[in-house]
């Protein structure tokens, strides 16, 4: 199938914007009326961004879509739409074969299983690969109810996204690692988190699932939530789909995790200095000798795992570099040994790459000026994080803070494997923006007053 074949079978036509007009109204009348709930409430002050967030991710979510269907003429977006609406094709045609279908391994031999010309093929370049075609069967359990209506979809994905996006901002106002104000910057107001993670894209699954998980995790922790089976399964749930999805990020979400809750433990501790230190450092050594267990064996199924994604790195890098679907403003890190040292020696590079790149001088295109624009806002609050106020105690409360702790730990992670696998730009601000909202809550990190940040280092 053509890119604009897909243009084609997503269209927007009056009943979709009649749809999407009553669906837009019933979100909007079920935020307003829980703003207006919660803001009566003491102590709920920060509901007053309730109704922005909705409106911001909603926002985004469209102008994701239009850009994508009437600008690029085509892109992923369109090919999961278009998976996904076969899929549903074949739901009605047999609820059966479509069970079938979601339990199956798609690949290039099974597609002609269960579609035809009556039901309609997915995208073949979609279907082969597991993970984006898992992506399109998420989006068909959404149309069961929602009908094959591409607006409606992205209304529907943008308002869940505002929902789980919300409940990260809580739990930062409940660690009170910034002000409200900062912290609905980080979580709820950076464009391009916003515009690449709302609409009909797999990166709007994977941030959905490591927000999802972050909530429920550290709501089990911290006794917040109402019942912990229930969120118990939702963290399984949302490994799973981010394995199915962009499995490195089910690593790059459990190793913070470790950390984080290992802080947690050392905490538990802080009555003793001597305790507290013997603690991290055990925490540390268990760390070092299950990465060298990890390198020694090399036969062990772990091992091949770790082969199996420098592998498919290397592949990823190659294919972003040849194939001029995801733009032509390119990055080199010098980058010829794909081995695991290789890997390592090149980390910092990549790491910095995705932190502080594109440039505003590098920027080509509407999109990657906004991202130049946000990538020197970034610079100029590292340059004040390290220069501006007491370095040594913002640090402490960094390493006191699981949530902080799991932050930076996720940022840096990630960031390696956004610099290192992108090499283009176009793709690189796609992939590195899940890391975006941890990066900026750590560089703003600040108490109110004295009393606060005492109570924070306390903790």
Not at 145 to 170: D, H, N, P, R, T
Not at 318 to 329: E, L, V
Not at 369 to 398: A, D, N
Request: aromatic letters at 16%; one cysteine or more.
């Amino acid at each position: 199938m053509s890119t604009l074949l897909f243009l084609e079978t997503a269209p927007v036509g009056v009943f979709d914007v009649i749809a999407g007009i009553l669906l837009l109204s019933v979100i909007v009348i079920i935020a307003n009326s829980k703003k207006v709930k919660m803001l009566a409430k003491p102590g709920n002050e920060h509901y007053k961004y309730y109704l922005y967030n909705v409106f911001v991710k909603v926002f985004f979510a469209i102008l994701y879509g239009a850009i994508y269907k009437y600008y690029y003429v085509g892109g992923d977006t369109m090919a999961y739409w278009n998976g996904a609406a076969n899929l549903n094709n074949l739901f009605w045609a047999s609820p059966l074969d479509y069970w079938n279908e979601l339990m199956l391994t798609p690949s290039k031999d099974t597609i002609l299983i269960h579609f035809n010309s009556e039901i309609g093929y997915p995208p073949s370049w979609i279907y082969k690969d597991p993970n984006s075609f898992f992506v399109s069967k998420i989006l068909s359990v959404f149309m069961l109810f929602l009908g094959q209506s591409y607006l409606l979809l992205s209304l529907f994905l943008g308002w869940i996204m505002a929902k789980v996006s919300w409940k990260i901002y809580e739990l930062v106002l409940h660690y009170k690692i910034t002000s409200e104000w900062l912290g609905a910057l980080s979580v709820l107001f950076i464009p391009s988190v916003a515009f690449w993670c709302s609409g009909i894209s797999k990166d709007t699954i994977v941030l959905m699932a490591v927000f999802y998980i972050i909530y429920h995790t550290f709501g089990i922790a911290n006794a917040t939530v109402k019942n912990k089976t229930w969120s118990v399964l939702m963290v399984l749930l949302f490994f799973f789909i981010l394995i199915q999805t962009r499995s490195f990020m089910a690593f790059t979400v459990a190793g913070p995790l470790f950390i984080a809750f290992s802080t947690r433990v050392v905490k538990s501790y802080s009555h003793s200095p001597l305790l507290a230190n013997l603690m991290r450092l055990f925490i540390i050594s268990i760390s070092i000798i299950a990465f060298l267990v990890v390198i020694r064996l090399q036969g062990a199924e772990i091992a091949q795992l770790t082969g199996k994604y420098i592998t498919e790195a290397q592949v990823q890098q190659d294919d972003f570099m040849n194939n001029t679907t995801y733009g032509t403003k390119k990055y080199d890190l010098g980058i010829t040994d794909f081995t695991p040292a290789g890997m390592i020696k090149t980390a910092p590079l990549a790491i910095l790459t995705a932190f502080y790149r594109p440039g505003i001088w590098e920027a080509r295109s509407p999109l990657l000026l906004i991202s130049g624009i946000e990538t020197t806002i970034f610079i100029f609050l590292t340059f004040y994080f390290f220069f501006k106020g007491k370095l040594i105690q913002k640090i402490r409360i960094i390493q006191n803070n699981e949530l902080l702790m799991f932050s930076i730990t996720f940022a840096i992670i990630l960031g390696f494997f956004a610099g290192f696998t992108s090499i283009l730009f176009g793709v690189l601000v796609r992939i590195k923006a899940p890391l975006l909202p941890f990066l900026l809550m750590v560089l703003t990190v600040r108490r109110k007053d004295k009393q606060q940040q005492h109570e924070l280092l306390e903790k």
